[in-house]
């Protein structure tokens, strides 16, 4: 295949660019729209509201979750908020800020021209739900409340209490189940997306399985999304729902959709740690738990199994207020984690495994007493006694980073649309705006962006722009994709090994947090390299799945996703070693200042790397989307 | 239920007729019956008590209370009517709901714990059958005189009727208990009538409840001072 | 580490007779999560060769409301205001018997184990459950002004997770805490009012033709929930349905968009 990344980012003075464009792009006759067939993989932020937006529209949209009901997808677990340049608080915010910050936080290796959409369409996104009857917090004069987030400079973060994710997500929910109440919307819930069918070069359709009745069918349309989120479940352990899978985006990618900066993913430093090996996922807690809590560990070794509060406090050591003076505990995520990997490598972490560090409120509950400090993070300490049994008044809590949130994803051109004509990918499984790390308060913004108001769009201006064959579950190319689907389950089933598929899952997880996690290098992503497709041989002769596939059979599910981290996790370790400098959440230990801050390497490294995929054990094919940035000129950030 | 999941009971349910007999139509409507039917039962056991606590104050000013209800000019039909009305919509719509709740959980738990609910509440589908054969005994006895025992009926006399009546200890015991049951009935049933009629407000919610214990507690307490203390010779 | 007995309910699918299988637990570690002592649980099965318990359960972290059973006959657990997901090991004593059940409701038929069918839900959110309000139709946010106190318990009542434990709870079945939280969450918000009084008829509608039991006050529901949900928005979901049986002129409304 001959492939010419053309990101059809409009050019011009950048803030006409997106009104230009949507000038320019082909309308849809109204009467026209409901002759169109449109799929919508994924009810989350993205997929819920790009389903709801179409189908309002006209056109037929059928929309897939894996989960029993749209309501469930793990956009539900954003806390924080969501960013926009609305400047109600006359601090000095606007969209070009917000853009700048956007492309400074992705540490230059964002598109410029989607960085600066995300912003413009910001402020649309909070009228939208607004109306919609999300129950923002609101001032007593009736206004909306905003807060600083994250380390922004300005308050431009709206939100929810805790629970942002859940009604902006349960706002797209509504919406979504009116368009299924006017008939323009059908929906699959409890159907899973096993491959995706090209006829022509075309996105014509997806091969998707029943998970209730375990029925295989082809489903088939004019085009189609995908909006199936990250892969941070290739580190098993992350802050993801069990059930979040790189399948769809995977499926997509070996059907010719290339796989843009798999090797950027972001860790959150502020999460409860494990507590042993039953562990199936990680709880994260709001970072503004650094606003008042002190991060430490013993200075010496033989104290890491000591109560905390029988270590004096000459014998602690509180590094990060020690090596950033002037930003202290609230140094950015990346940084804030990686030292706490440094401490506890060096044996100092606390806790079970040693896989732990200090965040403590004593200091806090002295200066501001308990009732201030329950009245700041009552829920969050609440919820951390809840797991680990511990009350953080007395004792400290312990945290540890986690897998958050994955920017790589399918690569997508300025319309969302992968290379593959007529597939779109919005929302987290994309890979488009938030460069090599993600702004806090920016994930809901960008996926709320991409389903309400960018998709509903670019969708139109493909369809209106083809002329498409009319295609039924009897082409060529649908039968052999359900062929291949139908083997592939059929294969899973028939290993009849002896390990389970959460098994090999929670040996790649490790191995890729150990070698591909917080901190990168060359040794130890060769080590994965080789070490992954062992893992996969070995999946692949000594699987054990029970049951069926003509059943809910969730060992069945769980092992086809495996089987797709399986050959991701070969991708993500290539591309993190290719990529030979430290960017963002993309940390090379080779390549840093004599601080210890990330270098990155604009000169070699200013693109989006974009793969290709070969075949099972292939190398894939590293294609380059070079990045300029007009307006942000990329800079070295310190935060000593 | 066949082996798959939602779409087989893809129904769309047309709401009610707009209007209040099509209150009858949904459970939440069914709830506002039975809380106004029962908010006119209650209204009435409490003017009843009240007439029959007369009975303190002598023979003469209960009996001239007893003529001047059956003197009011029909009036008293229209009570009577209106009564039995609240009476059948009461009981007609208990049943449906009942049954609705039965087929709601074909299957039962094995293990079940209840937190927050209490005897009055679980067991509002017995103390409502056992006022309803107390009423009926109650209307047999008191009204019409014509139940069987040792008890001399006179109209003109609701005095005597009543010391009479309530000089036998089994009879007194059986209106004492069926008040206790009217006790848990009210119990529950007063407090939720607010709730189901949506009278609920955060700042008035502790003072419905206090109130509709007191009502509770009052009618039934008032109710059986009257048996108890014809049994106790206090009244005779 | 504890030991414990489990008793869980196994059934094939839908249309089949299930039962409770006994199962005995050692080594629980009182850090475990209740869905990770399954999880231990299904690992052991599929060593052994049986067919491991499905449950559904998603974000593990309380709230995406996809996990619930009844353990123990309580909805969740014994934890207050806790999903399954977030119950842990330590609310069990060495030695404890757990009996481990689906939600039973008529509305909600199994499907398998202990997962069950609440599509139910998704379709009383459809009869009404929304805002009309076309992508990009929507005027500028602080134009239209909402009382931090209306704000406020709007939320309140946006919080629930559709997990069903309010129906699981319930003597009767009944879904009307599930149905006041949305009408209450709309209803609350300036917003919601064009379509309020059209909204709870025909939510209201749905509800009783999914097969719901009605509401007897018994308070079950706000006991299990694990968002705390308080029965005064079944109070003024009876108090909308009131009014809009009541006022007939919303009935054209009704005709005309219809």
Known sequence: MDIQLKSNAPTGEISQRWEKHRFDMKLVNPANKRKYNVIVVGSGLAGGAAAASLGELGYNVKCFCYQDSPRRAHSIAAQGGINAAKNYQNDGDSIYRLFYDTVKGGDFRARESNVFRLAEISVNIIDQCAAQGVPFAREYSGHLANRSFGGAQVSRTFYARGQTGQQLLLGAYQALWKQIADGKVKMYPRTEMLDRVVVNGRARGIIVRDMVSGKIEAQMADAVILATGGYGNVFYLSTNAKGCNVMAAWRAHRRGALFANPCYTQIHPTCIPVSGDHQSKLTLMSESLRNDGRVWVPKRKEDVGKAPGSIAEADRDYYLERKYPSFGNLVPRDIASRNAKDVCDEGRGVGPGGLGVYLDFADAIKRLGEAAVAERYGNLFDMYERITGENPYKVPMRIFPAIHYTMGGLWVDYNLMSNVPGLFVGGEANFSDHGANRLGASALMQGLADGYFVLPYTVGHYLAQQKLEPVDANTAETKAALAAVNDRVNKLLSIKGTRSADSFHKELGKLCWDKCGMARDATGLGEALKRIPELRDEFWKNLRVPGTGAELNQSLEKAGRVADFLEFAELMCLDALQREESCGGHFRTEFQTEEGEAKRDDEKFSYVAAWEWKGVGEPPVLHKEHLDFEYVHPSQRSYK | MANTTAPSRDLRALPAAPGPLGLLDSTIGQKIVMATTGAILVGFVLFHFIGNALIFAGPEAINDYSHLLHHSHGLIWVARAVLLLAVVLHIATALRLTAKNASARPQPYKVKRDIATNYAARTMVWSGPILLGFLLYHLAHLTFGVTPGPYQHSPEDVYSNLVNGFSIPWVSGLYIVSMLSLGYHLFHGVWSMFQSLGINHSAYNPRIKHAAIGLALFITLGNISIPLSVLLGLVH | ?258
């Open chain 3, 1 to 258: 580490m504890m030991r414990l007995k489990l008793h869980v309910w196994r059934q094939k699918s839908g249309g089949t007779q299930g039962s409770f299988a006994d199962y005995d637990m050692t080594d629980v570690s009182a850090d475990m999560s209740f869905l990770e002592m399954l999880d231990v649980l299904n690992e052991k099965l599929t060593a052994d060769g049986s067919d491991p318990i499905a449950f559904d359960h998603d974000c593990r972290e309380g709230i995406c409301g996809a996990c619930g059973m009844v353990v123990n006959g309580e909805p969740h657990g014994p934890r207050k205001a806790t999903t399954t997901c977030q119950l842990h090991m330590r609310s069990f004593k060495d030695g404890d018997e757990l009996w481990i059940e689906p939600w039973r409701a008529e509305a909600f038929p199994v499907i398998k184990d202990l997962v069950v069918d609440r599509s139910a839900f998704d379709r009383v959110i459809q009869a009404g459950g929304y805002i009309s309000v076309r992508s990009g139709s929507a005027p500028e946010a602080n134009s239209t002004l909402v009382p931090k106190l209306d704000a406020d318990a709007a939320f309140d009542a946006a919080q629930c997770i559709g997990c069903g434990a309010c129906v699981a709870a319930c003597p009767n079945a009944s879904a009307m805490l599930f149905v006041s939280a949305k009408v209450s969450h709309l209803g609350h918000l300036p917003q919601g009012q064009p379509e309020r009084y059209a909204r709870v008829r025909k939510m209201v509608a749905q509800m009783d033709a999914e097969g719901f039991g009605g509401c007897t006050n018994h308070k079950e529901c706000e006991a299990a929930c694990p968002k705390e949900i308080s029965i005064s928005h079944i109070a003024r979901l009876n108090r909308d349905l009131l009014k809009a049986q009541l006022t007939a002129a919303e009935e054209k409304k009704v005709s005309e968009s219809a």
